[in-house]
């Protein structure tokens, strides 16, 4: 039982990475192979916000510097500041939770770091409420927040997020398995699991 119970955390941990990475792919800077505009280096983009602080896209900009140099708490501080600066931005927030489900992973490939995962997870999931109110008809994000919620070892949360994507897209491609997931974890409560 302890073999499966960690399968299914390393397959949960690996599709944490995978929304992660897609998070950052749909939101990154683009290089124009045409000569066109390339993303600012770290020290570019630092000045740019001492030199504007209240300039929300220097605070993305640098966010997306420090992504590219794997300095993940940091672009997370940095789109932290955006995120106060543009509050109704639903793709810089679905940015932030990928950087935190990130920054979860990473930590959980440490030792010393695994209990500090819990908190990006929570981080990540507070982060795609803030998107839900957004954006209440976008399953993608009721997946997302679930996922999340899952890992923090908020059980209930995701289930409420899991029934959320399965009412707002019922014939999803993965709708199949999600509703074998939330079967599964409603059983795992019933018999006195936690997350």
């Known amino acids: 039982m302890l073999r499966t ?39 570019e983009a630092r000045k740019a916000t001492e030199e504007n602080p209240n300039d929300p896209e220097a605070w993305r900009d640098l966010s997306t510097a420090l992504q590219t140099t794997g300095a993940t708490t940091s672009a997370i501080a940095a789109l932290n500041r955006y995120a106060k600066l543009r509050p109704k931005d639903s793709d810089g927030l679905r940015q932030l939770g990928a950087l935190y489900l990130a920054q979860a992973v990473e930590r959980q490939q440490s030792p010393e770091r695994v209990p500090t995962a819990k908190a990006s997870f929570e981080q990540a999931a507070a982060t795609y409420r803030r998107i839900v109110a957004l954006k209440p008809k976008l399953p993608s994000v009721r997946l997302e927040l679930g996922q999340a919620a899952e890992q923090a070892g908020d059980t209930a949360a995701a289930i409420a997020a899991y029934r959320a994507f399965l009412r707002l897209a019922p014939n999803d491609p993965n709708a199949p398995l999600v509703r074998r ?15």
């Open 181 to 195: 997931h939330v079967n599964q974890l409603v059983k795992k409560v019933a018999a006195g699991g936690s997350g």
């Open 5 to 43: 119970v960690l399968t299914r955390k390393r397959r949960l941990a690996g599709l944490v990475l995978v929304l992660a990475v897609l998070g950052f792919g749909a939101t990154a800077c683009s290089d124009d192979s045409e000569g066109g505009d390339r993303p600012p280096s770290v020290a």
